[in-house]
């Protein structure tokens, strides 16, 4: 019985402080809208943005890693709202130097002195599951980077997972959420969350993505230090002076040479082995000092299977070519829930008529962000919950169109895919 409540006793006590957590940042978001000359829309969603990372960034957990996810989906919500959620990517409020190398000695079996001849205590990166060092391994001098795991990080998203499936079961008695399927969706969201607090699975993601991107001169990934790599602590090789790949400083010409580079890798990724990196935010796709294309932080990962795969390939050739019905029918076909009062013909008028309209437009003018958000939005009117795959390698695509459309909006993201949907089409299931 003690086993049964003391887990129910720290869920509650987690619910209070998130929720008093809540209660301090609505507050505060009052104080600073009455404190404002301007009730601009604009400078409101600010506002509000800003309390919000205040208050994910204070209760973390899941909550934290929920905004970080967030905080990419300008489909769903308002650039100003946003804004401010952009730096729980890796701009966290570091733990403290103590909790950090204790939990680096507790994971490596010798003293941290045999191991590192310098070791920075303040953290280069800090973002929702861990936090990066710079450091220097002794017997080989090497400059490394040591990512330390959040302590409890584990504890807290169970917990938290625990807390939301009850409030889902809650919500799933209202009307406005009974076309939702919440357990669904919930499920979904709290798998990836375990997954990317697994730094074992983090660094055979990483093994994965080595492999597939192996001999491809454009692209660097960090290499593992295996033996120093366990579920709490991952180390690889430090990789110095990148620049993010959405900095202005770059050059015209090796700029656009590595975001071709970076878009073709990620077609490999999803064409060629169901891969998908679902954390492409500025902060993981960075340009070396020799113009290579650099790939970081393997947790937040999905994969496809050949079915998948190749019935996404098709999805993708049918959007390309304007072939609305067939592109209407996968979706039905792969889609994780569909109510069963669907008006099939309905839906398939409005996705036809979406693949035509994005179809018929000149390369440059073609948005991915915009056509996900309008497929999206037909989805939810019929009561359409779509594949998790299809879902996360769609909005991969979108994320990576919000880094690099500002400077390259001529960009013709279809043609550079068609060789790779092609060839998965080609191997078939």
């Not at 098709?314 to 069963?340: M, N, W, Y």
């Not at 073609?366 to 939810?380: H, M, N, P, T, Y």
Request: glycine share 6%; proline share 5%; aromatic share 8%.
């Amino acid at each position: 019985m003690s086993l049964v409540r003391r887990p129910l006793a720290g869920d509650l006590l987690r619910f209070l402080r998130v929720a008093v957590a809540f209660a301090r940042a609505s507050i505060l978001f009052l104080i600073r809208l009455a404190k404002t000359d301007s009730w601009h829309r604009d400078r409101r969603l600010s506002c509000l943005g800003e309390c919000l990372a205040s208050w994910l960034e204070a209760v973390g957990g899941a909550y934290l890693k929920i905004g970080q996810i967030l905080s990419t989906r300008y489909d769903l919500f308002p650039a100003e709202l946003l804004g401010p959620l952009r730096r729980l990517q890796d701009h966290v409020r570091p733990f403290s130097r103590r909790e950090c190398l204790r939990i680096l000695q507790a994971a490596i079996a010798h003293p941290l002195e045999d191991i590192f001849s310098s070791f920075d205590p303040i953290p280069i990166a800090s973002a929702s599951i861990a936090q990066v060092h710079r450091a220097i391994l002794r017997v080989s001098g090497s400059l490394v980077a040591v990512k330390v795991r959040r302590p409890d990080i584990e504890r807290a998203i169970a917990s938290d997972t625990r807390i939301l499936k009850r409030l889902a079961r809650i919500f799933s008695h209202c009307p406005r959420f009974d076309r939702i399927p919440l357990f669904e969706a919930l499920d979904e969201i709290c798998a990836s969350l375990a997954a990317q607090a697994d730094f074992a699975r983090e660094a055979e993601n990483h093994r994965h993505f080595c492999a597939l991107l192996d001999g491809n001169e454009g692209i660097r990934i960090p290499r593992l230090i295996d033996e120093l790599c366990s579920r709490d602590v991952l180390v690889m090789e430090f990789l110095p002076d990148l620049t993010k790949l959405t900095d202005s400083k770059l050059e015209h010409e090796p700029h656009r040479r590595a975001v071709i580079t970076g878009l073709r890798a990620l077609y490999r990724m999803i064409f060629s082995a169901g891969l998908i990196h679902c954390d492409l935010h500025p902060g993981n796709i960075l340009v070396s000092q020799e113009g290579k294309v650099v790939i970081l932080d393997f947790g937040f990962v999905a994969t496809m299977g050949p079915v998948e795969r190749s019935a996404f390939a098709e999805f993708f050739l049918s959007i390309a070519v304007g072939d609305g019905a067939t592109a209407a029918r996968l979706v039905r076909d792969t889609a994780l829930h569909v109510q069963r009062e669907l008006d099939v013909y309905a839906f398939e008028q409005e996705i036809c008529k979406l693949v035509d309209e994005a179809s018929g437009r000149p390369a440059g003018e073609f948005l991915v962000a915009k056509f996900v958000a309008a497929l999206f939005g037909i989805q939810r009117r019929h009561g359409i919950y779509g594949s998790p795959s299809f879902t996360l390698a769609i909005l991969s695509l979108m994320v990576y169109e919000g880094i690099i459309r500002p400077r390259w909006p001529d960009l013709d993201f279809q043609r550079e895919a068609i060789p790779y949907v092609l060839s998965s089409l080609k191997a078939g299931p």
